[in-house]
């Protein structure tokens, strides 16, 4: 049975950071390309982050360049995204989406939510 939970997110002043955790029982993420998306109350979903298994380079949006960085850990099945100087607005749920770097099909966790506030 396949199972993906995100964790990490909470509360976190501008200029802080936060680290994400995807973590998937079922099969193993290594094999997979992996995104990150996110969605704030009224707004569309948006990539962060596409990790490709063909050619093993991860992109970001350009809105998270510089400042999120995307690492696996394949001794723990889990996979992170590393958020710092946070802005008020990454605030959003994040989403862990396992085989899918363009938002249709994979496997999705049940998101995290990250809030940016002073």
């Known amino acids: 049975q396949v199972h993906i939970v995100e964790s990490g997110g909470g509360l976190v002043a501008p200029g802080g950071s936060l680290r994400l955790s995807c973590t998937a029982s079922g099969f193993t993420l290594d094999y997979y390309a992996i995104g990150w998306f996110r969605q704030a109350p009224g707004k569309e979903r948006e990539g962060v982050s596409c990790?490709?298994?063909?050619?093993?380079?991860?992109s970001y949006a350009d809105s998270v360049k510089g400042r999120f960085t995307f690492s696996r850990d394949n001794a723990k099945n889990t996979v992170y995204l590393q958020m710092n100087s946070l802005k008020p607005e990454d605030t959003a749920v994040y989403y862990c989406a396992v085989g899918t770097c363009s938002g249709y099909g994979g496997y999705w966790g049940q998101g995290t939510q990250v809030t940016v506030s002073s």
């Open positions: 990790a490709s298994i063909s050619d093993g380079i991860t």
